[in-house]
């Protein structure tokens, strides 16, 4: 090439900046653009990962949706529709009229509440994730998030460090359900080129909403009856180890997980992730820290049989691997936090249940 005809490099790297600039101005129009679809938002999960969207995309490009009324720490923050996953038409018409560009589906029926009612559970578990995996193929939708679970697993999987691959033969409804949905995620991103991403959480804790009805739910229930009873009744034997994780480690890894850029996702099934795992008796001790005449009792009921269907702990490091999963919060520091959060909550929502 003829020299004189070349851009001299001050040029290139003015142009080379300018380039850059507009690279970053069109990603942020992009974010602004989005519009997402939150269904089952006024549940356990669904609160605290609405209000995070709301805070990173903006209040009205985040639509809430759920069968129940509006929760009250959404009300006032974005839009919000009364809205029932299993009806298609419906749900195909808010898509459409509010133009969604993403869809996080997080409503479901839990492990402890499916074996009541495992019909229901199955039912509502799978045609929930068909009706928006089919809506979000026919629309061209940019991302689906679905969680899974640790519930996938069963009595033969490894019971610590359970890997992301191995034998998983549940035995819950629940369980069953969520493995099922696994594959029909891999399915739509196999077949359709879906991008459909998915985390198996572990048990979830958290202040701001209650939890839903799922065996890990006592990991819950004992911050609060430790601050307003100073004495819990656990439906586990004080030895039953469990993968659990705090809510803002699970939101933040489910943000994570929808930003980063497609390439990097090896696993459209689901992806395994870990925070901690503890029996109630190591949280109890944790609890007497901070509460010392706090009191256990052990009465274990139906749920026992299904927390030793499920590992103790889990192997996380194809999430690490793939897009730099790592959790913030272990027992001590999620004990700190929630003591000190449920406390705010409850004096602000509940003042005279606290002791
Ligand atoms: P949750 O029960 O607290 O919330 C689910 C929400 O879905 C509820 O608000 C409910 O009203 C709503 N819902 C139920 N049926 C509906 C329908 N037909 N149409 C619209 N909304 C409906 O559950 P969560 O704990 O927030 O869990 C959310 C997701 O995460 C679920 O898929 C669950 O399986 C998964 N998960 C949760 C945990 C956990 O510890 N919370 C652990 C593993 C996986």
Same mark, same amino acid.
């Given at each position: 090439?003829?020299?004189?005809?070349?851009?001299?490099?001050?040029?290139?790297?003015?142009?080379?900046? &300018?380039?850059?600039?507009?690279?970053?101005?069109?990603?942020?129009?992009?974010?602004?653009?989005?519009?997402?679809?939150?269904?089952?938002?006024?549940?356990? &999960?669904?609160?605290?990962?609405?209000?995070?969207?709301?805070?990173?995309?903006?209040?009205?490009?985040?639509? +809430?949706?759920?069968?129940?009324?509006?929760?009250?720490?959404?009300?006032?923050?974005?839009?919000?529709?009364?809205?029932?996953?299993?009806?298609?038409?419906?749900?195909?018409?808010?898509?459409?009229?509010?133009?969604?560009?993403?869809?996080?589906?997080? +409503? !479901?029926?839990?492990?402890?509440?499916?074996?009541?009612?495992?019909?229901?559970?199955?039912?509502?578990?799978?045609?929930?994730?068909?009706?928006?995996?089919?809506?979000?193929?026919?629309?061209?939708?940019?991302?689906?998030?679905?969680?899974?679970?640790? +519930?996938?697993?069963?009595?033969?999987?490894?019971?610590?460090?359970? *890997?992301?691959?191995?034998?998983?033969?549940?035995?819950?409804?629940?369980?069953?359900?969520?493995?099922?949905?696994?594959?029909?995620?891999?399915?739509?991103?196999?077949?359709?080129?879906?991008?459909?991403?998915?985390?198996?959480?572990?048990?979830?804790?958290?202040?701001?909403?209650?939890?839903?009805?799922?065996?890990?739910?006592?990991?819950?229930?004992?911050?609060?009856?430790?601050?307003?009873?100073?004495?819990?009744?656990?439906?586990?034997?004080?030895?039953?180890?469990?993968?659990?994780?705090?809510?803002?480690?699970?939101?933040? !890894?489910?943000?994570?997980?929808?930003?980063?850029?497609?390439? +990097?996702?090896?696993?459209?099934?689901?992806?395994?992730?870990?925070?901690?795992?503890?029996? *109630?008796?190591?949280?109890?001790?944790? &609890?007497?820290?901070?509460?010392?005449?706090?009191?256990?009792?052990?009465?274990?009921?139906?749920?026992?049989?299904?927390?030793?269907?499920?590992?103790?702990?889990?192997?996380?490091?194809?999430?690490?691997?793939?897009?730099?999963?790592? *959790? !913030?919060?272990?027992?001590?520091?999620?004990?700190?936090?929630?003591?000190?959060?449920?406390?705010?909550?409850?004096?602000?929502?509940?003042?005279?249940?606290?002791?």
């Amino acid at each position: 090439m003829d020299k004189s005809k070349r851009m001299p490099p001050a040029c290139v790297a003015y142009f080379g900046l &300018i380039f850059f600039n507009l690279l970053c101005l069109s990603k942020k129009l992009f974010m602004i653009k989005e519009k997402i679809l939150v269904i089952g938002a006024c549940g356990q &999960i669904g609160v605290e990962l609405t209000l995070e969207l709301r805070r990173i995309y903006g209040g009205s490009q985040v639509v +809430a949706s759920d069968l129940r009324e509006e929760n009250e720490l959404l009300k006032g923050t974005g839009p919000y529709v009364s809205l029932d996953v299993m009806n298609k038409e419906m749900l195909h018409v808010q898509v459409i009229r509010q133009n969604i560009t993403q869809i996080y589906l997080l +409503a !479901a029926i839990l492990s402890a509440t499916g074996e009541k009612n495992p019909n229901l559970a199955w039912h509502l578990n799978t045609q929930s994730l068909l009706n928006v995996l089919e809506i979000a193929r026919d629309e061209q939708i940019q991302k689906v998030y679905w969680p899974s679970s640790i +519930a996938v697993f069963g009595p033969t999987s490894p019971k610590t460090n359970c *890997p992301q691959q191995t034998i998983i033969e549940p035995i819950t409804v629940y369980g069953i359900s969520k493995y099922a949905g696994e594959f029909w995620c891999n399915y739509y991103n196999h077949r359709y080129g879906l991008d459909v991403r998915s985390l198996r959480y572990p048990g979830l804790i958290s202040y701001k909403s209650e939890p839903g009805g799922g065996t890990t739910d006592y990991a819950v229930e004992i911050f609060h009856d430790a601050l307003t009873e100073k004495k819990y009744q656990c439906f586990l034997k004080e030895d039953t180890y469990l993968p659990m994780m705090y809510m803002s480690d699970a939101i933040r !890894a489910t943000i994570e997980l929808m930003e980063v850029d497609a390439s +990097a996702i090896s696993v459209r099934t689901s992806y395994n992730i870990a925070g901690m795992s503890f029996s *109630p008796k190591e949280i109890g001790e944790e &609890i007497k820290k901070h509460i010392p005449e706090f009191k256990i009792i052990y009465e274990p009921d139906y749920r026992q049989a299904i927390a030793e269907s499920w590992p103790q702990s889990i192997d996380d490091s194809v999430a690490n691997k793939d897009w730099g999963w790592k *959790p !913030a919060y272990n027992l001590e520091k999620m004990t700190t936090e929630m003591l000190k959060n449920m406390q705010q909550f409850l004096r602000k929502n509940n003042s005279n249940m606290i002791k």
